[in-house]
């Protein structure tokens, strides 16, 4: 068995991890799409977007990887139609920061545990981007909260669901790598 290549985080992103990375992007994007049933689950359709940007972000190990799959989900979002228009690219940018910035602290315990809080974090600036937006755009504060609270559980729930499966994700797909 060959020995295994170490990822350098202070590596710039290549041609093969953006293509991959926007590949990841579109699936989500396209799942987003495909999960809009009414299931009274708070968000329930970002649970992909968080798994493929966490995933994404792990396996590429690469500086700007979170970054720029947020910014290629946030364009594909636009063209596919999410609602919000041109809005819709920070909705899916500012996740990608967050799971960036998180990508710069030391690892916590243990990889599991960074994937998992970078899921939750993800989570939860979505769910605040969406509240603002909403106020922004004149709800009143009690329809938002209606939705805000109980989407502090379900968001949670899907980052940290998503940082499982994506660390999961990547111990499988380690054999694999070149």
Not at 13 to 33: C, E, H, N, P, W
Not at 62 to 77: P, Q, V
Not at 82 to 90: A, L, Q
Not at 146 to 156: A, H
Request: with cysteine; glycine share 10%; aromatic share 12%.
């Amino acid at each position: 068995m060959a020995p295994e290549k170490k990822k350098n985080k202070n590596a710039n992103l290549g041609v093969r991890d953006m293509i991959l990375l926007t590949i990841f992007a579109m699936i989500s994007v396209m799942a987003k799409q495909f999960l809009r049933i009414p299931i009274r689950i708070s968000g329930h359709g970002y649970f992909p977007y968080f798994l493929f940007l966490v995933f994404g972000s792990s396996y590429t190990g690469k500086k700007g990887a979170a970054a720029y799959m947020g910014l290629a989900a946030g364009i594909c979002g636009v063209i596919a139609g999410v609602e919000d228009g041109p809005f819709t690219i920070f909705r899916f940018l500012l996740p990608g920061l967050a799971v960036e910035l998180l990508g710069k602290l030391p690892n916590l315990f243990s990889p599991v545990v960074n994937r998992i809080l970078e899921g939750i974090a993800a989570g939860w600036v979505m769910l605040i981007w969406k509240s603002a937006f909403n106020l922004l755009k004149g709800n009143p504060l009690e329809s938002v909260l209606v939705k805000f609270v109980p989407g502090l559980i379900t968001y949670t729930a899907m980052g940290a669901l998503s940082g499982v499966i994506a660390h999961l994700l990547e111990k499988a797909l380690k054999s694999y790598r070149r």
